[in-house]
């Protein structure tokens, strides 16, 4: 009962083209320069808006869910004639294919294969997460608002709704267990100080 698409992610087998014919997002269709971004890729205006708020990032930025590599690559190329490169750049993602379509885009970055929601970094190591139209493709479980076995990702939603102070729907509901597990993955990774960008749209 549980929707899962990491097994769908993991099989992607053509990242050249798999954002033209099996999954649609805004990074993509905004990757070259548009006039709706004022001539620019969506990756490089994003890295413009994100330093205009926050600064720099000089320390260590880890992408999770990169697709393809064009929002990383825009982004890298604006900091690079800034001349503010992170000391480090992760992508984290579940798809060899992509990390491999992401690492000839982004040359000088390092790949980690992993779950977006148990990524294998330790706490507090990041100063900037980019997390880009990723939320949909994580687990949502439905769930009645009775009181469910434990050990269940029934059970996993409702210490989260009661964590967070959330009133138990009647009638069975779909919840969106994995973006309250990324948000919770998110606050440890983050160094002190550090921003995270985390987006989906639809």
Do not use: K
Not at 97 to 110: I, K, S
């Amino acid at each position: 009962g549980e929707t899962r698409l990491q097994a769908w992610h993991s099989a992607i087998d053509d990242p050249e083209t798999h954002f033209d014919r099996g999954e649609t997002t805004v990074a993509h269709a905004f990757a070259p320069p548009h006039p709706a971004l004022a001539g620019e890729a969506f990756g490089e205006r994003l890295h413009g808006a994100l330093r205009g708020r926050f600064g720099p990032c000089l320390g260590t930025m880890l992408e999770i869910g990169p697709g393809s590599g064009e929002l990383g690559a825009a982004w890298r190329a604006a900091a690079a004639r800034e001349g503010t490169l992170p000391r480090l750049h992760l992508r984290l993602d579940a798809s060899s294919a992509l990390l491999a379509a992401q690492a000839g885009r982004q040359p000088g970055t390092c790949g980690l294969i992993g779950d977006a929601c148990a990524p294998p970094l330790r706490d507090g190591c990041v100063d900037m997460l980019l997390c880009n139209e990723v939320v949909a493709d994580l687990p949502a479980v439905p769930w009645d608002g009775t009181d469910p076995e434990p050990g269940t990702p029934q059970a996993a939603v409702a210490v989260r709704v009661e964590r967070y102070g959330l009133a138990r729907a009647a009638g069975e509901r779909l919840y969106n267990l994995g973006a309250w597990q990324l948000l919770e993955v998110v606050a440890l990774l983050l160094a002190h100080g550090g921003v995270a960008y985390v987006s989906e749209f639809g």
